[in-house]
């Protein structure tokens, strides 16, 4: 059988996801480390964004869809249950971390500390302390999610749970988004327990310096 083809970059947290993905439904897959808008990622993707699929003819792009076809495509352990209320929560999740959470942890929060729009390269310190609120609504959001079963869809380890672990390391790396992940019990103890998975543990990026603190 073709093996799959990751194309994106090790530390993209979506190329992230759909790696773990991989290790824990045991596919041999080839990741080929590319930064974003490279030409083979825009042979994909009309956009130019990671990761994207090559598998034989086929090709995809969007992690939910790559990761939700490699999962049907292989033998379990499914990541996404087969039931339907199952099913549609770990949806639920996965859309709602995609489409507000990651805007605000990663892309708002995390970037003003490692892409910063300052004419000097420092923290976007304007930037950071006006998403504080919504930071910390999100992780008590989060934290409220897993505190009954240590899963966010029941009592499952679905891709739900694969596709936020990525975004809870990155934002850790940050001093406020550390404390209030810190602060979160249950949050604390959902991430340390999947963060000792190995499907977690051997696709972690490559080591890099904390985004610099400023003073606040």
């Not at 080929?32 to 090559?54: D, S």
């Not at 892309?107 to 304007?126: C, H, M, Q, S, V």
């Not at 999100?138 to 679905?158: C, E, M, R």
Request: hydrophobic share 40%; proline share 10%.
């Amino acid at each position: 059988m073709t093996v799959p083809e990751i194309i994106g970059s090790a530390r993209s947290t979506y190329t992230h996801a759909v790696r773990m993905l991989c290790e824990e439904k045991g596919i041999d897959y080839v990741l080929t480390e590319r930064p974003l808008r490279a030409p083979e990622i825009c042979a994909i993707h009309p956009f130019g964004k990671m990761p994207v699929l090559r598998h034989g003819e086929f090709e995809l792009f969007e992690s939910k869809a790559i990761a939700t076809y490699l999962d049907r495509s292989f033998p379990a352990p499914y990541l996404f249950p087969a039931d339907p209320r199952l099913a549609a929560l770990t949806e639920q999740w996965v859309s709602l971390v995609n489409t507000l959470m990651d805007q605000t942890l990663i892309r708002t929060y995390l970037f003003a500390y490692i892409a910063p729009k300052t004419t000097n390269g420092e923290p976007d310190r304007a930037a950071i302390d006006a998403i504080m609120p919504a930071l910390h609504k999100q992780i008590d959001v989060l934290d409220k999610a897993v505190a009954g079963t240590g899963y966010l869809v029941a009592d499952h380890y679905t891709f739900a749970d694969i596709n936020l672990m990525p975004i809870l390391h990155r934002v850790q790396l940050a001093p406020e988004g550390a404390t209030a992940v810190a602060a979160a019990t249950h949050l604390t103890r959902y991430y340390e327990r999947h963060a000792a998975r190995p499907s977690f543990k051997t696709t972690m990026p490559p080591p890099q310096p904390p985004p610099r603190a400023t003073p606040g």
